[in-house]
């Protein structure tokens, strides 16, 4: 798929759920490309949901949409910069009975480390929420999961932050359960393990505020979303173009012909700290 025809989103923003029930030959190629797309997503955090969600479907047309996107946008990684602040904060989202199949809702969350975003989920529900609030406040509370063990982990490292951690979440309904110790008919039902944040919020370990929908940068990581939404969140995930240190993979496989044309049976390998001109010479960085 070297010279697809590059798409501007991972996955169709009102796409359609076809059933596929024919069989692979070989299994092994979907899930070894599904696979390198996960270990992908630890750069590339706006692919995130669409490789989860096409992992649990084995749709081969879905995760090539992805492979073009992905060419699309070859040279873009996650930028992480020093002169920052040490202040941690979340945001937090969840689609209720977001999943076709199942009606579980999808939990997203994305974690920021002054200016930098250092931790992030898109992850199914295990079990149907008989409301958005519901969803919403299981997605806050393994938000505070996260945001816990991150302060745990920057004590080890003897960091201090500046401030208590904050929680930014768009439902006021799941807002007013972290603080309202009454419970109501519309939650008696959540599960007891999923009150942890508000706990944390008693204990004064934890800060929520109440975001707008339209700021939610969270939204990228628990459904499909349309060209201008992916771009509108773009720059708050710190993604921007990497330089690179070779040429791009056309170039790379033009070095590897002239290299067998001279008689060499081993591939040709290239040094990282290397790069490929134009004229196919090798030039020390």
């Given at each position: 798929?070297?010279?697809?025809?590059?798409?501007?989103?991972?996955?169709?923003?009102?796409?359609?759920?076809?059933?596929?029930?024919?069989?692979?030959?070989?299994?092994?190629?979907?899930?070894?490309?599904?696979?390198?797309?996960?270990?992908?997503?630890?750069?590339?955090?706006?692919?995130?949901?669409?490789?989860?969600?096409?992992?649990?479907?084995?749709?081969?047309?879905?995760?090539?949409?992805?492979?073009?996107?992905?060419?699309?946008?070859?040279?873009?990684?996650?930028?992480?910069?020093?002169?920052?602040?040490?202040?941690?904060?979340?945001?937090?989202?969840?689609?209720?009975?977001?999943?076709?199949?199942?009606?579980?809702?999808?939990?997203?969350?994305?974690?920021?480390?002054?200016?930098?975003?250092?931790?992030?989920?898109?992850?199914?529900?295990?079990?149907?929420?008989?409301?958005?609030?519901?969803?919403?406040?299981?997605?806050?509370?393994?938000?505070?999961?996260?945001?816990?063990?991150?302060?745990?982990?920057?004590?080890?490292?003897?960091?201090?932050?500046?401030?208590?951690?904050?929680?930014?979440?768009?439902?006021?309904?799941?807002?007013?359960?972290?603080?309202?110790?009454?419970?109501?008919?519309?939650?008696?039902?959540?599960?007891?393990?999923?009150?942890?944040?508000?706990?944390?919020?008693?204990?004064?370990?934890?800060?929520?505020?109440?975001?707008?929908?339209?700021?939610?940068?969270?939204?990228?990581?628990?459904?499909?979303?349309?060209?201008?939404?992916?771009?509108?969140?773009?720059?708050?995930?710190?993604?921007?173009?990497?330089?690179?240190?070779?040429?791009?993979?056309?170039?790379?496989?033009?070095?590897d012909d002239n290299h067998a044309k001279k008689?060499?049976?081993?591939?040709?390998?290239?040094?990282?700290?290397?790069?490929?001109?134009?004229?196919?010479?090798?030039?020390?960085?």
């Amino acid at each position: 798929m070297i010279d697809c025809k590059p798409k501007s989103t991972p996955l169709e923003a009102k796409m359609k759920m076809m059933s596929n029930n024919t069989p692979f030959d070989d299994p092994s190629y979907f899930h070894g490309l599904v696979g390198s797309l996960q270990y992908l997503t630890l750069t590339r955090p706006n692919i995130s949901y669409s490789v989860n969600f096409v992992s649990q479907f084995m749709h081969l047309q879905m995760a090539h949409h992805i492979l073009r996107y992905v060419k699309g946008t070859i040279d873009v990684g996650l930028h992480f910069t020093s002169n920052t602040t040490l202040d941690l904060f979340a945001f937090s989202y969840a689609n209720w009975a977001g999943c076709p199949t199942s009606r579980c809702s999808t939990t997203g969350y994305c974690i920021y480390l002054g200016g930098n975003l250092i931790s992030w989920c898109a992850k199914k529900q295990p079990t149907v929420s008989r409301s958005s609030t519901e969803a919403e406040y299981r997605a806050m509370a393994n938000t505070a999961i996260e945001l816990t063990w991150l302060t745990f982990l920057l004590q080890d490292l003897h960091i201090s932050l500046a401030s208590l951690p904050l929680l930014y979440c768009d439902n006021l309904n799941a807002l007013h359960m972290t603080i309202n110790s009454v419970f109501h008919a519309r939650n008696k039902h959540t599960e007891l393990h999923y009150h942890y944040v508000r706990e944390r919020v008693a204990l004064g370990h934890l800060v929520t505020h109440h975001i707008p929908t339209n700021d939610q940068v969270t939204d990228l990581f628990t459904k499909p979303v349309s060209k201008a939404t992916l771009m509108h969140f773009w720059t708050k995930l710190f993604l921007q173009p990497r330089p690179r240190l070779r040429e791009d993979i056309n170039n790379n496989q033009l070095l590897d012909d002239n290299h067998a044309k001279k008689g060499n049976k081993e591939p040709l390998e290239i040094d990282p700290y290397y790069c490929a001109t134009d004229n196919g010479k090798l030039l020390e960085d």
